[in-house]
């Protein structure tokens, strides 16, 4: 049985199928996203045109409001989280947006379309004692000097100090390092460039990596990467997971993933003074809706220090 459906999936008839293979074009090399979104845009589209065909429809020209909105709830009625279908409320937005505006279809029923509202949970953090117990373990590991393991604290102080995604980590190249003006130039999602300082603990760690440990890891077809794998390759956002989940282990602190870096080096930020719009910009976000879930982190933690803290609380 499909995770999605009761029933089989249908197949998509050739128009169909040469509708999403241009599709899937656009997303790739006109708005330049990552494969991950890629995937998942024509995964959602792929499920519309199925639950078109179902409906008896086989041309697009049938999508219609309703045929949206009964996509939807055939979703809801899966038991589909709220977030899932905000996300397939905005894949369909986006696609019937680029099918209007080439032509493919007269109207754009997704302009109608309303979309479920998720629940915002609060994102896993490491408080400040435990970010720098984690910090000060793999600054132990790496007094061996071997390459990996400064490799290793290089990789975990520019994550906290940064917070950038383990996606741009991975990427970085030489060239994108300013270690006199302590600045790493990072291409986050849809390759937005930005650039984000990071600190002196960070720069110490970041300079005996390429000094020190890097030069024992090249190879022949190392390239400009940044941070390399143990066989000299570009090093890959698993073995970056890994690694976090490694360090974070072996004290006694909440497992986190290298997102959750990112989520504890903002809520430091904020809790520190930044405004909302710095953190904004550092962080890479297009929208300040998605930095300001932060600030109820920050808040929930002032509301225990004064309920714990004050005599009339």
Do not use: N
């Amino acid at each position: 049985m499909a995770p999605d459906d009761v029933s089989e999936p249908a197949t998509l008839p050739e128009g169909f199928a040469a509708l999403l293979a241009d599709y899937e074009r656009h997303l790739t090399a006109e708005r330049d996203l990552s494969r991950h979104s890629v995937r998942a845009y024509i995964g959602d589209v792929e499920d519309l045109l199925e639950h078109l065909i179902r409906l008896g429809h086989k041309e697009l020209e049938a999508l219609d409001i309703r045929g949206l909105r009964s996509w939807l709830a055939k979703q809801q009625s899966l038991g589909k989280a709220r977030s899932t279908m905000s996300r397939r409320a905005t894949a369909a937005r986006v696609f019937t947006a680029w099918a209007h505006r080439t032509g493919r279809i007269s109207t754009d029923p997704g302009a109608l379309l309303a979309s479920p509202r998720p629940h915002k949970s609060l994102p896993g953090v490491l408080g400040q004692a435990d970010t720098r117990a984690v910090l000060d373990a793999a600054a132990v590991a790496a007094d061996d000097g071997s390459p990996v393991g400064l490799r290793d604290l290089a990789i975990m102080e520019l994550l906290y100090a940064t917070g950038i995604r383990v996606g741009e980590l991975c990427a970085l190249d030489i060239d994108d390092i300013d270690q006199s003006r302590r600045v790493v130039r990072v291409f986050g999602k849809g390759r937005k460039e930005r650039s984000v300082p990071y600190g002196v603990p960070a720069a110490d760690a970041l300079r005996r990596w390429l000094e020190e440990a890097r030069p024992q890891l090249v190879r022949a077809g190392s390239g400009p990467a940044v941070f390399l794998g143990a066989r000299g390759g570009r090093i890959d956002q698993r073995a970056v997971r890994r690694l976090v989940h490694e360090r974070i282990g072996v004290v006694d602190a909440p497992d986190l993933s290298p997102h959750g870096l990112r989520h504890t080096a903002a809520t430091h930020l904020l809790e520190g003074g930044a405004d909302l719009r710095s953190v904004q910009e550092l962080l890479g976000h297009a929208s300040l809706a998605t930095t300001q879930i932060y600030t109820h982190i920050s808040t929930d933690r002032l509301r225990r220090a004064y309920e714990q803290a004050h005599p009339r609380a």
